[in-house]
């Protein structure tokens, strides 16, 4: 009986090879990542509490009008609501067919899991999980979640930059809305044109390039650029929500501050939290707080308590999609429409 041996290639070697080194420099940097957040978390955190006086932020804390607190978490609650919103109305044009309350509910787990993993995408890797049980189906979530992500922060852009420019020209409440439908319609025109056309920008792009790997995420939404244009119309609502929420509870500790600042504040911040600096914008939030609310004569003491105040309702926020996760821990199924895109 003669036995036959296979002999695995070189090529097939050097190939192994190569990709075990990829994942562990892979592995290597998601460590370092994760190290040097944390070592910032801990350097704000630090940096903010050496510039406060306890006393006086545990008085204030005590102080706190509870029902001030509870109509901003309210409203920081109903937000939640529209962003959900928001995704379904650029999920389900695309094929997928669940329900609006479906896309709702997934977006309350992913402020969840936004609050107990590290990564700043780590609830946006949750929520395509739980919304196809295919790799298809999730690749195609993902152009959801990061089509969804972009208009927030082109909201963002444009409540903050309103706000700013007529904070700092000292404008009207007519020339404010000019200069915020201004803002509104360049946004709009941007995503029409680059959308719109991004088959053509992707080919002046090297294939294995990064910027051309992100943007082809977007390629669902070439044939219908209007999804775009809707979902920044939602975003605003959602930021606007945000910042009335914040306002709200920094009245309950006695600061009162006209809605123009809070517009221009909110967003800024919230800016500075998207970017992978800290674990959930702890320090972020407190100390972009101290930092912007300083001109406005707000003690460092009340400008930490409503950042403390804003996280605490981040994080009710999150336990709501927690509960809801409990309660629906099944895998989703795969209910994408044959014809994606209307084609």
């Known amino acids: 009986m003669s036995t036959t041996v296979k002999h695995s290639s070189p090529s097939t070697h050097e190939t192994n090879d190569s990709t075990n080194h990829s994942k562990n420099r892979g592995g290597r940097k998601t460590w370092l990542s994760l190290t040097f957040r944390i070592l910032a978390t801990l350097a704000l955190v630090g940096f903010v509490l050496q510039r406060v006086e306890w006393e006086s932020l545990v008085s204030l804390l005590k102080s706190l009008q509870w029902q001030w607190f509870a109509a901003g978490q309210a409203i920081a609650i109903a937000i939640q609501v529209v962003a959900g919103i928001r995704w379904s109305a650029l999920a389900r044009p695309i094929g997928f067919i669940h329900s609006t309350g479906f896309f709702i509910w997934r977006f309350f787990e992913g402020v969840f899991f936004n609050l107990c993993l590290p990564s700043s995408i780590g609830g946006d890797v949750v929520k395509a999980y739980r919304l196809s049980d295919t790799n298809p189906g999730r690749l195609l979530a993902g152009c959801t979640i990061l089509a969804d992500r972009l208009a927030g922060v082109s909201a963002l852009g444009i409540l903050a930059g309103s706000a700013l420019l007529s904070l700092r020209l000292k404008l009207s409440l007519s020339s ?80 009162t501050l006209g809605l123009g600042i809070w517009f221009s504040v909110v967003p800024l911040i919230a800016l500075a939290i998207v970017l992978p600096i800290s674990i959930n914008g702890v320090g972020i939030r407190e100390g972009g707080m101290v930092f912007l609310l300083s001109r406005w004569g707000i003690a460092e003491e009340q400008a930490v308590a409503i950042g403390l105040l804003w996280f605490f309702a981040t994080i009710v926020t999150g336990l709501i999609g927690g509960f809801l996760f409990l309660l629906d821990r099944r895998s989703p199924k795969s209910i994408l429409t044959n014809e994606t895109l209307g084609s």
């Open 176 to 255: 404010t809305a000019v200069v915020a439908s201004l803002l509104l319609v360049s946004v709009l025109l941007g995503f029409r044109l680059t959308i719109g056309n991004l088959d053509r920008f992707l080919d002046l792009l090297p294939t294995n390039h990064r910027i051309r790997q992100f943007l082809a995420q977007l390629l669902p939404y070439q044939v219908r650029p209007s999804l775009m244009g809707k979902a920044v119309a939602w975003s605003l609502i959602v930021q606007v929500g945000a910042s009335v929420s914040v306002a709200l509870m920094a009245r309950g500790i006695g600061v």
